[in-house]
Structures are given as structure tokens and as C-alpha cells.
């Protein structure tokens, strides 16, 4: 079983950095793919970010392409998101999970807004 447990997130100005970071616990994280989610209020949620096991293979979404990267480092059981040149529309919950994601591995997510 993996525990996932979101960190980093909070208020930052639009043009701003932050970076997530989404620490597991149990199981065999450093063989799994990975993937950061987001949801914002009223909306569903949604990948924007993806990485293989060995960090060979990445995938954005059009929205973050270009602003956002992934990485992991699986020594620590640990996968990031550095958010640069954040925008409003990047205010949402952000999640981590595996690919495909895994119903009882959600966490509780980790807030960001962004103001303008």
C-alpha cells in the first residue's frame, strides 16, 4: 500500500515560482509512473504532468507546457513539481498519483492560488 502526501503549495502572485513535492511511503514507488493532478473548484480534475519510473519519459499538458517540470528523485520516494510563471488559472488542489492513478492512493492535495 502507498501513502501519498502532498506538500509545498500556497499563495504566490501570478508570475511567481513554487514547487510541490509529493512524498510516498510504502510500496514500490520507484517503479512506478507518476503523475501530478490538479482540480480546481467546479471543475474535474486533471493531469498536467506525468513522469516514467527511470524520469526518461515526461508529459505536460498544453496548459503547462513550457512552465511547469517534473521530477523525482527515487531515493527519497519522492516526485516534484517546480510551477514557474504561474497564472491564475493555475488555482486548484494539486495531487500526485501513479499512472494509471490508483483509487486509494489519492492524498489530500496540497492548495495553490495564485493571485493577480
Known amino acids: 500500500q502507498v501513502q501519498l502526501v502532498e506538500s509545498g503549495g500556497g499563495l504566490v502572485q501570478a508570475g511567481g515560482s513554487l514547487r510541490l513535492a509529493c512524498t510516498a511511503s510504502?510500496?514500490?514507488?520507484?517503479?512506478?509512473?507518476m503523475a501530478w493532478f490538479r482540480q480546481a473548484p467546479d471543475q474535474e480534475r486533471e493531469s498536467v504532468a506525468a513522469i516514467s519510473w527511470n524520469s526518461e519519459n515526461l508529459y505536460y499538458s498544453d496548459s503547462v507546457k513550457g512552465r511547469f517540470s517534473i521530477s523525482r528523485d527515487n531515493a527519497k520516494n519522492t516526485v516534484y513539481l517546480q510551477m514557474n510563471n504561474v497564472k491564475p488559472e493555475d488555482t486548484a488542489v494539486y495531487y500526485c498519483n501513479a499512472v494509471p492513478p490508483k483509487y486509494d492512493y489519492w492524498g489530500q492535495g496540497t492548495q495553490v492560488t495564485v493571485s493577480s
Open positions: 510504502g510500496g514500490i514507488f520507484h517503479s512506478l509512473p
